[in-house]
């Protein structure tokens, strides 16, 4: 399905790289909400976050103020001008923040994950135009996160946008959720007039990662920024590690280097061509080994071998590794690439050997 879409033509924000909106995690209380609002209005920040309803992973933590902290926001509004956003995940939400004047919507990692959930927003918001911001669900599925946006758009609404905030793995290493930047490229790709988001807060976790994160995701086109920013983060209700308080935000932003996206120069097409040779050899070679690997298949076949000789795929993978590093790549991406190479020759050869 295509999208129908139009800009997210947000009042008083200018369009231009990148759009920010910031504020706490969570709204806590009216006082909590209005410092940290005034102070990001202080530092130019035009868009509010707070999240009203959490969804939390276990029962017990703060799972929110709920409609209570709807009122506050609206302060926001009034008494600094700034547009107001929160997460909705249920009818009943969509409802409340319609009532309360909530400027724009997002749909969180975990609802976005769930098609009954997301189909009821969209139901809720038919016949509204407000812009909504769809987080990716927390698995690594583009077609889910399309899916969701097709189901919003599908309801009439056209001022969407996305946010990536990374994805969720077992093994938690340098970042909360893995950032997995191919798969919003693919998305860039596949719905190229859709602004995209970056959340840095909720992909690397901690504070330091904000600036490098908003960096990457400058460097790779993004069109803005959600970023967690809190009056006092140590002191947060949720998600304290990854906030930081509206002067060091200010400070991040000002240190980004924003640059074109689109260029045109003679001497990037120039190169553009080099690269271009560069992947017709490597299809080219690569046929010419599937070839080779298919007339192994048949030796194979007619000595009645397994396809699969493990001592010779090991041995593959650590000499390819080994000689890519000495070629200045990382060792594992050689690895993977040969991988799949791998994983073609094998099918080929099943062919073969089926026939
Ligand atoms: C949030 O933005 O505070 C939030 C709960 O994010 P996510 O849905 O990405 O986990
Ligand atoms: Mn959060």
Redesign the pocket.
């Known amino acids: 399905m295509e999208l129908d879409l139009k800009p997210l033509a947000l009042t008083g924000v200018e369009s231009k790289r990148p759009v920010i909106i910031a504020g706490p995690?969570?709204a806590e209380t009216e006082e909590q909400v209005m410092t940290s609002a005034t102070q990001l209005a202080g530092k130019g920040i035009k868009i509010f976050?707070a999240?009203i309803w959490?969804?939390r992973t276990k029962p017990g933590g703060f799972e929110g103020v709920g409609v209570d902290g709807l009122p506050w926001l609206k302060r926001v509004k009034e008494e600094t001008g700034m547009l107001v956003s929160t997460?909705v995940a249920t009818a009943k939400h969509v409802y409340e923040c319609l009532k309360a004047g909530i400027d724009i919507l997002?749909v969180?990692?975990?609802t976005t994950a769930n098609p009954f959930a997301v189909q009821e927003i969209a139901d809720a918001l038919k016949g509204v135009d407000i812009p909504v911001l769809v987080?990716n669900p927390v698995n690594p599925d583009l077609e889910l996160w399309i899916g969701a946006l097709e189901r919003i758009n599908g309801a009439g609404l056209k001022r969407l946008g996305a946010?990536h905030?990374g994805f969720s793995s077992y093994d938690k290493k340098i970042y909360r959720n893995l950032p997995q930047w191919h798969i919003p490229i693919e998305l860039r790709r596949r719905i190229p007039n859709l602004p995209i988001f970056c959340?840095p807060s909720?992909i690397g976790g901690k504070r330091e990662l904000i600036a490098p994160l908003c960096q990457q995701a400058m460097d790779l086109g993004f069109d803005g920024i959600?970023v967690?920013s809190h009056c006092n983060p140590d002191a947060a209700w949720?998600?304290a590690s990854q906030q930081v308080t509206p002067d060091v935000l200010s400070y991040i932003l000002n240190l980004l280097v924003i640059r074109k996206d689109a260029q045109s120069t003679e001497n990037l097409n120039e190169l553009r061509n080099q690269i271009d040779e560069c992947d017709n050899n490597i299809i080219e070679i690569l046929s010419k080994r599937m070839r080779i690997c298919r007339e192994i298949g048949t030796f194979k076949k007619e000595h009645d071998m397994t396809i699969l000789q493990t001592v010779r795929y090991n041995e593959i993978l650590d000499k390819r590794g080994a000689q890519g590093a000495l070629c200045g790549m990382d060792s594992d991406f050689i690895k993977h690439v040969f991988e799949a190479i791998h994983e073609e020759s094998v099918r080929q050869q099943m062919e073969i050997i089926n026939k």
């Open positions: 995690c969570s976050r999240g959490k969804p997460e997002w969180g990692a975990r987080k946010i905030r959340d909720h959600l967690e949720s998600d």
